[in-house]
């Protein structure tokens, strides 16, 4: 009977501490996408697109630096005329330039974003980062654009990449 009380106790010890473990993993990861949103906010408040976009998983970025290409190439055969990529890349949903950029809540591998446009502080807007986890950390996988425009970024480049023909 000691052995069993001493099984269970070892058992109900090792359970115990999986549990917090998986906590303190569940904390660190939220911690992390918070972070992340915090970095794309400050990326899209600077207008600085290649710190937004280091924060990709490199498929899209790859995809990204095509679309790019593109447009440096369409610049060059035709001069003085709006580019495709004339107002650059669509980070938000809006492009107007944002007053604020907060990140609002965390929810599993998505972290809510609230902007508030500079013309219009009380019109508020929502737009979610879609994170995976690779090898390197959370990456954003796509960002999905306020329900009231709908759409997605990685649909916002997949569209013009075939629209560039």
């Known amino acids: 009977m000691t052995i069993s009380r001493s099984r269970r106790a070892g ?9 917090v473990a998986a906590c303190n993993a569940t904390a660190g990861r939220k911690a992390e996408a918070e972070t992340l949103g915090k970095r794309f906010c400050a990326a899209v408040l600077a207008g600085n697109e290649d710190a937004a976009v280091t924060l990709m998983a490199a498929e899209l970025q790859d995809e990204v ?3 790019k290409a593109f447009d440096a190439g369409w610049r060059m055969r035709n001069p ?4 495709p990529l004339g107002e650059g ?9 944002a007053q604020s ?5 965390v929810r599993g591998a998505e972290v809510v ?3 508030a446009p500079a013309s219009a502080p009380a019109d ?7 994170l995976v986890q690779r090898d390197e950390g959370l990456v954003m996988e796509d960002i999905r654009y306020d329900p009231r425009t709908g759409g997605s970024f990685r649909a916002w480049v997949d569209g013009s990449l075939r629209s560039a023909g």
């Open 124 to 130: 508020v807007w929502q737009d979610r980062l879609m």
């Open 11 to 19: 058992t109900g010890a090792a359970m115990g501490l999986l549990l």
């Open 89 to 97: 890349l669509k980070l938000t949903a809006w492009q107007d330039a």
């Open 113 to 115: 974003l609230a902007y």
């Open 80 to 83: 003085g005329e709006k580019p």
């Open 65 to 67: 630096a095509k679309l």
């Open 101 to 105: 950029c907060t990140p609002k809540a």
